[in-house]
T-cell receptor
Framework: DGGITQSPKYLFRKEGQNVTLSCEQNLNHDAMYWYRQDPGQGLRLIYY???????QKGDIAEGYSVSREKKESFPLTVTSAQKNPTAFYLC???????????FGQGTRLTVV | KQEVTQIPAALSVPEGENLVLNCSFTDSAIYNLQWFRQDPGKGLTSLLL?????REQTSGRLNASLDKSSGRSTLYIAASQPGDSATYLC??????????FGTGTRLLVSP
């Protein structure tokens, strides 16, 4: 099946640890995105990439890092510099331009 | 900076009613607008994409309209069903292909 796969579904992080969230797509999309969702708030853009080996900061990039070495993969690292990482993280992709975007099923990250 | 407002924030109706969900945005310089639904604890499912050159888009019992000049979009749901219960999100697509989201409308359709 074509789509976007996020893993793991649930992730627990200890204080001071870096963790990496995986996002893979087999839709042959050029653009990929990472959003963060908190209760009662809209989705906020963390990073986005329009093409391999290039990415831009979104509205809340501090404490996060990404890479885009392959077209189908866009992993997100939540670093220890992110002070409030507990949230629901969503990855999306599109053909680029203003094309329709598709989302994965999300990763719920909890700090323990 | 684009800001998106969705009204109402929550809606509870009996099965069979026709519904109207509203989305307004502050920057009319958008390319397209996309509507999504989100079930609890899940990702977003794309419902409709309205291109800036269109005024309406239909998919089954769903019909979405877009008025760029006034910064508004409306999602109509005909003959609502309990399976329509979810949070509905709109996202105008502007510069740099970024989608900007509102906080959504939480819909509950009771049997």
């Amino acid at each position: 099946d074509g789509g976007i796969t996020q893993s793991p579904k649930y992730l627990f992080r200890k204080e001071g640890q870096n963790v990496t969230l995986s996002c893979e797509q087999n839709l042959n999309h050029d653009a990929m995105y990472w959003y963060r969702q908190d209760p009662g708030q809209g989705l906020r853009l963390i990073y986005y990439s329009q093409i391999v080996n290039d990415f831009q900061k979104g509205d809340i990039a501090e404490g996060y890092s990404v890479s885009r070495e392959k077209k189908e993969s866009f992993p997100l690292t939540v670093t220890s510099a992110q002070k409030n990482p507990t949230a629901f993280y969503l990855c999306a992709s599109s053909m680029g331009g203003s094309a329709e975007a598709f989302f994965g099923q999300g990763t719920r990250l909890t700090v323990v | 900076k684009q800001e998106v407002t969705q009204i109402p924030a929550a809606l509870s109706v009996p099965e069979g009613e026709n519904l109207v969900l509203n989305c307004s945005f502050t920057d009319s310089a958008i390319y397209n607008l996309q509507w999504f639904r989100q079930d609890p604890g899940k990702g977003l499912t794309s419902l409709l994409l309205i291109q800036s050159s269109q005024r309406e888009q239909t998919s089954g019992r769903l019909n979405a309209s877009l008025d760029k000049s006034s910064g508004r979009s409306t999602l109509y749901i005909a003959a609502s069903q309990p399976g329509d219960s979810a949070t509905y999100l709109c996202a105008p697509i502007g510069g740099f292909q970024k989608l900007v989201f509102g906080t959504g409308t939480r819909l509950l359709v009771s049997p």
